[in-house]
């Protein structure tokens, strides 16, 4: 028996080519899936049940089924994944190699159904054997792998290249535990931890045979290497390995699946085996345990920059793992490395991956042989930046200390790299050494730390903001110096989101109302949504839209009610603010509109019948060690729970705040929303991502002069929009003056009667102490003016009201702001950054 003798394992650690490279000497192997019909599906999942899980289907738990129906679905996509990595090989092209350590992927079985087309089949399949296939699709915990816009940005990107057939990678991390799960107790953010992959990940596909290998610590030395040259090393002192899991990136109805590459960190062999031979096996698991943590929690840090050691670690570990990959692994053997910017253009979502460019050199330098001149040269054409933030105390720093403990050699590359910018800096501007300080990649002061804004802008071909107005201010405030040195580096690409995810499957009703009136393809080409102007005016169309909305609304009252126990009345405008808690957003403006309508009620101020019923609702996490962010949580809950317990106000108006917002839930409360609240103080909010999501979804925006709101005002026009609050120049000129919002509060008695209420205990069980710390910020810091915006802010919400009353003439918004929101498809964005960065046509 010839098997018998060949049992002896080969070790083949030379795994070439990318992911799916067979390594048998057939190239292609005819990849069919699973047969398209009811009974081929059914077949196939009870293959994955019964011979892969090994269950029998009357003895299977709803988490075995959920199992198997996953991995039936993934069954259908995987023959497309396969040729869509094989068509790239065969033909390598200029690839988009996206950086981000975060991507919020939300849940992944309706988005792969809707992708294959298979909902229908799967649904009747999964009935024929008896099972609840909403049931099974509920059992779903989605990926939470980010924080908020950022990363769910990103989850849209790759989601438009893959629909668009763009040759791309996402490179990230992943995260053992994602975004905690939000709980209240008390009123107050409580939270738990994110076990999101304890019932198994039937997503993803982990290749522990194609390790990588990250080193950190140690320090550099000079030596003289074959030629007799001088070159400097690094002598690493620990290392870790990456172990990349794919996840398959399907577009939309079109054969094409990309791939998400995410690392995962684990301890690396010879440094177990040594410890573990020297008898100490506690020890050996211990450095395992100290490996593992590098991927085993997300920061949930929104906005706010987290310099912390482990998470210098986490950005340098996967950005190491994803150069290394792409250089050996994916690019076509020995292909010459000067000319690396003909394959590949990596964007660096945020500052968080840009220890990348350090990196490159040194691959390039140290692995590869290249001198600096020549590496630098094409370093400086595979990078570019995107900044999603304007809040300078956002921006990212690493103390030189630290940088230089843990990558003492990409230290001296960025001292390196700084010298030479700045020789460029003192030749533009011969003399002016302040301006030299300023555009340091090094700052001096609190304490020496790289600026990793500004190594990222000397070295990326283009820097972007993402909304009009951002971009700006990130080249006129945030980056001057820059802006005056290299005029034509800095470009905007406006943010866009998945019509797929945000449309089709958050609001099918909508989406089939839209099919039947303007046919198909708009999902792939959203600027057709225009074709539904005409219809803002037909008595028919406005009846069917106004029913959709409705359903919505009556579908989210019954979640809510399941999910949370928030009993919602059944008539009543939906406004809603969702996303991350954070004093520029201000939440806490939207607070004191609430009081004063409950104020103006209780106090007769208003006639009962004068007053638009309204339900607010709510989602918001804040940062764990957010104290103020979770001190307005609490004043929320306790201001919702009061008007709950006071019959004077429970037929006019309702306050819901259900917990634990995340992408899943988003898509059941936008599409019922008739108002979108995207109220932050103007010139803080880079973008925003879900005031377009709103606009899509057919609810009007009462808005701030900020972000993307600005572009979104100008596409469906002034009347289809309540904009309110001072503009940014304006806010610019305010604080120059010096803000002091007790004046506003003294002068003002709207405004003053609800922060009286607020700081009285009224809302708090007569304990004003429990009020205090939000009040008190409110009047004597306030940093985002929420005092400054009250009145007209109020001014809006009055015309609110009146719009609102005019029935048919808020459908007609609401139906236009659908029409014109086309330009916010991520697919618009991805063609702007393929025009503008990755492949500019000049
Ligand atoms: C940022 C910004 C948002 C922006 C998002 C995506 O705060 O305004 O829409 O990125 O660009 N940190 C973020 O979430």
């Not at 000129?733 to 002091?740: N, P, Q």
């Not at 919002?741 to 708090?764: C, M, Q, V, W």
């Amino acid at each position: 028996a010839g098997w018998l003798a060949d049992e002896t394992p080969r070790l083949d650690s030379s795994v070439k080519g990318s992911a799916f490279e067979p390594t048998s000497p057939r190239a292609t192997e005819p990849v069919v899936g699973p047969e398209r019909t009811v009974d081929g599906f059914a077949k196939a999942f009870l293959d994955e049940l019964n011979f892969e899980a090994g269950v029998a289907l009357k003895r299977s738990t709803t988490t075995d089924q959920y199992l198997a129906l996953a991995r039936t679905i993934r069954g259908y996509l995987m023959a497309d994944w396969l040729r869509t990595a094989e068509r790239r090989r065969q033909n390598p092209t200029k690839m988009v190699g996206y950086l981000s350590a975060e991507y919020l992927l939300g849940r992944q079985m309706g988005n792969s159904l809707l992708a294959t087309d298979l909902g229908d089949i799967a649904e009747q399949a999964m009935t024929s054997l008896g099972l609840d296939f909403n049931l099974l699709r509920a059992q779903e915990i989605e990926p939470g792998l980010g924080n908020g816009g950022l990363g769910r940005l990103a989850a849209c990107f790759i989601d438009s290249l893959a629909s668009m057939d763009v040759p791309s990678i996402g490179y990230g991390i992943r995260y053992e535990y994602g975004i905690f799960r939000q709980t209240f107790e008390e009123g107050r953010q409580v939270e738990v931890p994110d076990a999101w992959l304890s019932l198994g990940a039937p997503w993803e596909f982990p290749h522990p045979d194609r390790a990588v290998q990250v080193n950190f610590g140690g320090t550099t030395e000079q030596y003289i290497d074959g030629d007799g040259r001088t070159r400097p090393r690094w002598l690493p002192a620990w290392n870790v390995q990456g172990i990349p899991y794919h996840y398959m990136v399907p577009g939309y109805q079109n054969g094409v699946v990309n791939t998400l590459r995410l690392w995962s960190a684990r301890a690396t062999q010879e440094f177990d085996l040594e410890i573990f031979n020297s008898g100490d096996y506690a020890e050996a698991v211990r450095a395992q345990t100290f490996a593992e943590n590098i991927s085993k929690v997300l920061y949930p840090e929104d906005s706010t920059p987290q310099g912390r050691e482990l998470r210098l670690q986490q950005q340098y570990f996967f950005v190491a793992c994803s150069l290394k990959d792409f250089i050996d692994r994916t690019l076509e053997e020995d292909f010459d490395l000067t000319r690396l910017d003909e394959r590949i253009i990596f964007q660096l979502n945020d500052t968080h991956p840009v220890i990348a460019i350090p990196e490159m050199m040194r691959l390039l330098m140290d692995e590869h042989d290249m001198e600096w001149a020549a590496a630098w040269e094409v370093t400086s054409k595979c990078f570019a930046y995107t900044c999603h933030t304007l809040l300078p105390e956002a921006l990212e720093v690493w103390p030189v200390e630290l940088m230089t403990r843990l990558l003492p050699r990409h230290m001296e590359i960025i001292y390196r790299i700084n010298e030479e910018f700045l020789d460029t800096v003192r030749e533009a501007f011969p003399g002016d050494e302040l301006r030299v300080r300023r555009m340091s990649v090094i700052q001096e002061h609190p304490e020496r730390a790289v600026r990793m804004a500004n190594l990222a802008t000397v070295a990326g071909v283009k820097v972007n903001g993402v909304a009009a107005l951002h971009s700006e201010l990130l080249r006129d405030k945030l980056l001057p110096d820059f802006a005056a040195l290299w005029p034509n580096k800095f470009t905007n690409v406006t943010n866009g989101v998945t019509p797929r995810r945000f449309i089709r499957l958050a609001n099918q009703q909508l989406s089939t109302l839209i099919t039947d009136t303007i046919g198909p393809g708009w999902e792939t080409d959203l600027e057709r949504l225009r074709e539904l102007e005409p219809y803002a005016d037909d008595a028919a169309f406005t009846e069917s839209f106004r029913q959709v909305k409705q359903a919505n609304k009556d579908r989210l009252r019954s979640i809510l009610s399941q999910r949370d126990g928030i009993e919602l009345p059944e008539h009543a405008m939906l406004d809603v603010m969702v996303k991350r808690l954070h004093e520029y957003k201000r939440q806490t403006l939207k607070l004191l509109h609430i009081v004063s309508m409950y104020d103006d009620i209780t106090s007769g101020r208003v006639r009962r019948e004068d007053v638009v019923p309204r339900t607010f609702v709510f989602g918001a996490k804040a940062a764990p060690g957010y104290f103020m962010a979770k001190e307005i949580i609490f004043l929320i809950n306790s201001v919702a729970k009061t008007i709950a317990q006071d019959p004077r106000v429970t037929d006019l108006m309702a306050v819901a705040f259900p917990a634990n917002y995340n992408v899943t839930l988003a898509n059941k409360l936008i599409p019922a929303a008739d108002l979108s609240e995207q109220i932050s103080l103007a010139g803080k909010e880079a973008s925003g991502t879900g005031n377009m999501k709103f606009a899509l979804n057919g609810a009007l925006t009462i808005g701030t002069d900020d972000g993307a709101n600005v572009e979104i005002r100008e596409l469906v026009g002034d009347e289809n929009f309540f904009l309110f609050g001072m503009l940014e120049p304006e806010v610019a000129a305010l604080a120059d003056r010096g803000y002091t919002p007790s004046s506003f509060y003294e002068s003002n008695p709207a405004l003053k009667r609800a922060i009286d209420l607020l700081a009285s205990g009224h809302f708090t069980g007569g304990d004003r102490s429990l009020a205090a710390p939000v009040v008190d910020d409110l009047l004597y810091k306030d940093r985002f003016m929420a005092l400054a915006d009250f009145q007209s802010y109020l001014d809006a919400q009055a015309r609110v009201d009146a719009a609102y009353r005019d029935v048919d003439g808020w459908t007609r918004s609401a139906v236009l702001n659908v029409a014109r929101s086309g330009f916010f498809s991520s697919d618009r964005s991805m063609r702007d950054y393929l025009d503008r960065i990755w492949m500019p046509k000049s």
